[in-house]
């Protein structure tokens, strides 16, 4: 039996595999976590990392009228990294923009070489975070989320 269906819905079915991917690396992470086991680390050049990273969420962003921009010096150094946790970072970051954000607005990605290490920044056009929060922005499920769960900043 053979079932068509809509380009939309075509979207959706490509990208599953990418989030299946992404959840098994969420799971394998916390398995990692939770052991000794050192982590796995890779030489990678930062900038074409977040790019496709960032490619994976730009629709998504789209939706709600939001730009994810990347500016990159051009002689960054590749870096050592945890591709699964480094990923996860820049998730939970974008992420947690994009909610605070919630339409109508603009997320700036910036790397920076100095020297043999490369600084990020990420910013967003949103209010920032209160100043009495500061100190919790750590702490797992902190700030509670109107639309679920929160993973704030772990």
Known sequence: MSK???????ELFDFIP??????NAILTGYLEFASLEPKRKKEEDLGSFL???IGQLKKEFAKQNITIELKTDEDLPKVQINPVGIKQVILNLLMNAKEAIERDGN????LQSQKDWV???????ERGIK????????TPFFPPSP????????
């Open 4 to 10: 068509k269906y809509n380009k939309d819905q075509d």
């Open 18 to 23: 990418e989030e299946v991917e992404r959840l």
């Open 51 to 53: 790019e496709r990273t």
């Open 107 to 110: 997320i700036r990605i910036k």
């Open 119 to 125: 600084h990020m920044e990420v910013e967003d056009n």
């Open 131 to 138: 100043k009495k929060d500061l100190r919790q922005i750590f």
């Open 147 to 154: 639309n679920g769960v929160d993973w704030g900043f772990t």
